[in-house]
């Protein structure tokens, strides 16, 4: 049974920082990419930022680029989002995404708030 255990998420003021990780498990097919997207009430969810599990190719929303870093363990199956500089619009559910050749996962979401 696949897995993706996410953490990370707080209440932090504007400007703070805080960092996400998400660990994978259970996947049976090799893992192409993962990543992160986001919801705020009311919107779509939308990618925050995604990065190749082979090469390590990165892309960002416009909206976090500077701001926001993705990384990844292989070893451990986990991806990590550094959030600094973070903004009031930066409020919301985050979710951890697992893509395979032939599946695409889903993590529970961890929420992420922003005072200003």
């Known amino acids: 049974q696949v897995r993706l255990v996410e953490s990370g998420g707080d209440l932090v003021q504007a400007g703070g920082s805080l960092r996400l990780s998400c660990a994978a498990s259970?996947?049976?097919?090799?893992?192409?990419?993962m990543g992160w997207y986001r919801q705020a009430p009311g919107n779509e969810r939308e990618l925050v930022a995604a990065i190749t599990v082979s090469g390590g190719s990165t892309n960002y929303a416009d909206s976090v680029k500077g701001r926001f870093t993705i990384s990844r363990d292989n070893a451990k199956n986990t991806v990590y989002l550094q959030m600094d500089g973070l903004k009031p619009e930066d409020t919301a559910v985050y979710y951890c995404?697992?893509?395979?050749?032939?599946?695409?996962?889903w993590g529970q979401g961890t929420q992420v708030t922003v005072s200003s």
């Open positions: 259970g996947v049976r097919f090799g893992i192409n990419a």
């Open positions: 995404n697992v893509k395979t050749l032939l599946q695409n996962y």
